[in-house]
């Protein structure tokens, strides 16, 4: 499973190499907020979940995790010209990659919000039963930077 480091340290090598290319500071920014602040979307879940009073509903929701983002990112660099210099796509194919790569899924089209709204974003695509088996999500809201 690729953990929040993970993610920053590709994020990171990405961003280095954005600045290498560029020389400037938003395009090797632009890899941290779609590689490595996307994970902020496991927050909706895990509100939902705690705030629900830990009912568990058998649902991982993953809000930004999507291929189908791609191509509304392509679109998005073409419209913002050469500020972000493919950054944003970048860091969001390098993210979404290692996470289909290292992470436990039991369906290859898993990272697809469509095919997972269409299956009622059943944790089980994440090989998890319900909410409460996945460990950051039943812990301490305060023990989350453990889990980076
Ligand atoms: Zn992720």
């Not at 290498?20 to 779609?34: D, Q, V």
């Not at 791609?70 to 679109?75: G, K, N, S, T």
Request: hydrophobic share 45%; glycine share 8%; aromatic share 12%.
């Amino acid at each position: 499973m690729a953990r929040p480091a993970v993610h920053l340290i590709v994020s990171t090598g990405l961003a280095t190499l954005q600045w290498i290319r560029t020389g400037r500071l938003l395009p090797a920014l632009a890899p941290f907020l779609t590689g490595f602040l996307i994970d902020a979307d496991h927050l909706v879940d895990l509100a939902r979940y705690q705030l629900g009073g830990r009912r568990t509903e058998r649902r991982i929701v993953l809000p930004l995790h999507g291929w189908e983002y791609v191509p509304v990112l392509v679109l998005l660099e073409r419209i913002l010209g050469m500020r972000c210099a493919g950054g944003l796509l970048l860091g969001y194919l390098g993210h979404l990659s290692l996470d289909q790569v290292t992470n436990t899924i039991t369906h290859p089209l898993a990272y697809f919000v469509s095919f997972r709204w269409q299956r009622g974003f059943a944790s089980s695509l994440f090989n998890h039963p319900d909410e409460s088996a996945v460990d950051w999500m039943s812990g301490s809201i305060f023990d989350l930077w453990k889990q980076f």
